[in-house]
T-cell receptor, first 114, second 111 residues
Framework: ETGVTQTPRHLVMGMTNKKSLKCEQH?????MYWYKQSAKKPLELMFV???????ENNSVPSRFSPECPNSSHLFLHLHTLQPEDSALYLC?????????????FGPGTRLTVL | QKEVEQNSGPLSVPEGAIASLNCTYS??????FFWYRQYSGKSPELIMS????GDKEDGRFTAQLNKASQYVSLLIRDSQPSDSATYLC???????????FGTGTRLTVIP
């Protein structure tokens, strides 16, 4: 099993839909992250979880709702999104939080909001 | 001021040449620096990490760090077409709970 997996790989949703992105890490790490990657922009950190507790919310709109039931799983619940939310959503994990440890990325979910 | 800046490119080099990728950062107290490679349609993967001034070599890759100039670079020797990708510079700023990424430099190695 690869280190960090994400499902689905592609998602098309309308602005009134509710969907969820799932991330699972098999590395025994304690920290998990959600990033948004848009064209021509740097990777934008959205949320950080350390030992399943949220430690960072980078001013993300409430239409994005994270959930971390345990250290290995991370969800991103989506509702009433906007077309500008279309992007690649990447999950990552690291042994410890704080940015000093290497982060390992999942393959991402390509989201299109119609 | 952007925390991490990279030339977006594209940077084109012939096969076998040295590719030089550059990154500057704004926080003088930053201690950890990473280079990630991202192929089109794929997720970033770690190439090198560097924490001390000077050079760090790993195969064909050399990371160079100059904290006084707030500058970190990645050299790729004997460039191969398979090195064609976007290279992301990431920096851990003092007191921050995460990494700051640059926009990436797109490298094309021409056969």
């Amino acid at each position: 099993e690869t280190g960090v997996t994400q499902t689905p790989r592609h998602l098309v949703m309308g602005m009134t839909n509710k969907k969820s992105l799932k991330c699972e890490q098999h590395l025994g790490h304690n920290a998990m992250y959600w990033y948004k990657q848009s064209a021509k922009k740097p990777l934008e950190l959205m949320f950080v979880y350390n030992f399943k507790e949220q430690t960072e919310n980078n001013s993300v709109p409430s239409r994005f709702s994270p959930e971390c039931p345990n250290s290995s799983h991370l969800f991103l619940h989506l509702h009433t999104l906007q077309p500008e939310d279309s992007a690649l959503y990447l999950c990552a994990s690291s042994q410890n939080p704080g940015g000093t440890d290497t982060q390992y990325f999942g393959p991402g979910t390509r989201l299109t909001v119609l | 001021q952007k925390e991490v800046e990279q030339n977006s490119g594209p940077l084109s080099v012939p096969e076998g040449a040295i590719a030089s990728l550059n990154c500057t950062y704004s926080d003088r107290g930053s201690q950890s620096f990473f280079w990630y490679r991202q192929y089109s349609g794929k997720s970033p993967e770690l190439i090198m990490s560097i924490y001390s001034n000077g050079d760090k070599e790993d195969g064909r890759f050399t990371a160079q760090l100059n904290k006084a100039s707030q500058y970190v670079s990645l050299l790729i020797r004997d460039s191969q077409p398979s090195d064609s990708a976007t290279y992301l510079c990431a920096v851990h700023q003092t007191g921050a709970n995460n990494l700051f990424f640059g926009t990436g430099t797109r490298l094309t190695v021409i056969p």
